[in-house]
């Protein structure tokens, strides 16, 4: 019997390099990153509205005049000028010549005209370019194992396949005279075998779902046939 210490030692000095595979992100849960990940756009890509309100260029004036409104997915060029405010609503696109966005809790509107009522600091409620991400960042590490979130950050990147290592395959070997597969009486002198049972159960979590197991007599050529079986390709 050897210690956890040394077998892992041996798994680390024996292992080979794992294959790389390219898969959709849909197809990706529970995988290992098998290259870096760089933002190819940032994050938001165009400035952005962070609420529904009023684009104005900031001032000390209360008083503005509507004269356009900008939603979310709008692509229009929106010139605005001193005094003047869009009508903008959360993840839309802020107009090139507005800096600042005034909540519309704090704002009174009367036909084409709107009274701020409390004004916001200059610069307010407006997401600036790659305020999460810039575009060539490194946004996620080679050696990441991938969850829902990180997949879909990668979705909101624009990415959709990546490179990752392919599970291993594993074999189980168990060992032992006196083990008897469980679901049937237990013979005298026999016990269940449950360890194949756990480390089956335990590799799944981890995602390797190719798992054989091998069960041998305790003598050393039935030991040496299925530990044979065990490391040829299937």
């Known amino acids: 019997m050897i210690s956890v210490q040394q077998a892992l030692h041996i798994i680390d000095t024996t292992l080979v390099a794992h294959h790389i595979k390219e898969v959709n992100i849909a197809k990706s849960l529970g995988s290992i990153l098998a290259e870096d990940i760089s933002a190819p756009i ?95 960042e490194l946004v996620l590490k080679k050696g990441t194992r991938l969850n829902e979130a990180a ?22 070997l168990v060992t032992g005279n006196e083990l008897q597969q469980h679901g049937k009486p237990l013979k005298e002198g026999a016990i269940y075998e449950s360890n194949s049972v756990m480390l089956r159960m335990a590799l799944h979590r981890f995602g390797i779902k190719k798992v054989k197991t091998f069960t041998a007599k305790d003598t050393l050529k039935a030991t040496k046939k299925c530990h044979k079986k065990g490391v040829r390709p299937w």
């Open 42 to 136: 940032s994050m938001p890509s165009f400035r952005q509205s962070a609420m529904d309100g009023y684009a104005i260029i900031w001032s000390e004036e209360s008083d503005y005049k509507v004269t356009e409104e900008s939603k979310a997915g709008d692509v229009k060029q929106i010139t605005l000028q001193p005094l003047e405010a869009v009508r903008i609503f959360t993840g839309a696109k802020v107009p090139e010549t507005a800096d600042t966005v005034v909540m519309q809790e704090h704002v009174v509107r009367d036909g084409n005209t709107i009274n701020i009522t409390k004004m916001p600091r200059q610069g307010a409620s407006v997401r600036p370019i790659g305020e999460q991400v810039h575009a060539g």
């Open 151 to 172: 997949i879909g950050f990668l979705a909101g990147l624009g990415i959709s396949t990546i490179a990752i290592y392919k599970s291993p395959k594993v074999s189980v």
